[in-house]
Nanobody
C-alpha cells in the first residue's frame, strides 16, 4: 500500500522559506515512471498545483511560483522536499503531496495517492 506523509512547520513568518517534506512508503520515488507532486489549497480557493519531480529527478514548477520554488529529493530516505521562499500570507494553504501519471493537474482524481495534507500559515 502506497502512503505519503507530509511533515514540516505549520507556521512560517513572512519573507522566510517554507520547507515541507513528503515521505513515501510502499513505492520508490525512483521507479515506475510517475510524478511526485506538491499541491496546495488556500482557504476558500481551489486546489493549485505547485510543482513536481519525476522518477529521474527532473523538476517542474508552476510558472507563477517558479522563481520561489525548489523541489529536491532524498532517494535514500524515499522523500521529496518542497521549498518556497519569500513567503507571504497568500502562501497560506493546506499543502498536499501526491503522486500520479499526469503533470500539472489540480484535479483530485488525476492522482492515485495523496498525503493527508498539512496546514501552513504564513503570519508574523
Amino acid at each position: 500500500q502506497v502512503q505519503l506523509q507530509e511533515s514540516g512547520p505549520g507556521l512560517v513568518k513572512p519573507s522566510q522559506t517554507l520547507s515541507l517534506t513528503c515521505t513515501v512508503s510502499g513505492a520508490s520515488i525512483t521507479s515506475a515512471y510517475r510524478f511526485w507532486s506538491w499541491i496546495r489549497q488556500p482557504p476558500g480557493k481551489e486546489l493549485e498545483w505547485v510543482g513536481a519531480t519525476d522518477t529521474s529527478g527532473s523538476t517542474y514548477y508552476r510558472p507563477s511560483l517558479k522563481s520561489r520554488t525548489s523541489i529536491s529529493r532524498d532517494t535514500s530516505k524515499n522523500q521529496f522536499t518542497l521549498r518556497l521562499s519569500s513567503v507571504t500570507p497568500e502562501d497560506t494553504a493546506v499543502y498536499y503531496c501526491a503522486s500520479g501519471e499526469l503533470l500539472g493537474s489540480a484535479t483530485t482524481n488525476d492522482y492515485e495517492y495523496w498525503g493527508q495534507g498539512t496546514q501552513v500559515t504564513v503570519s508574523s
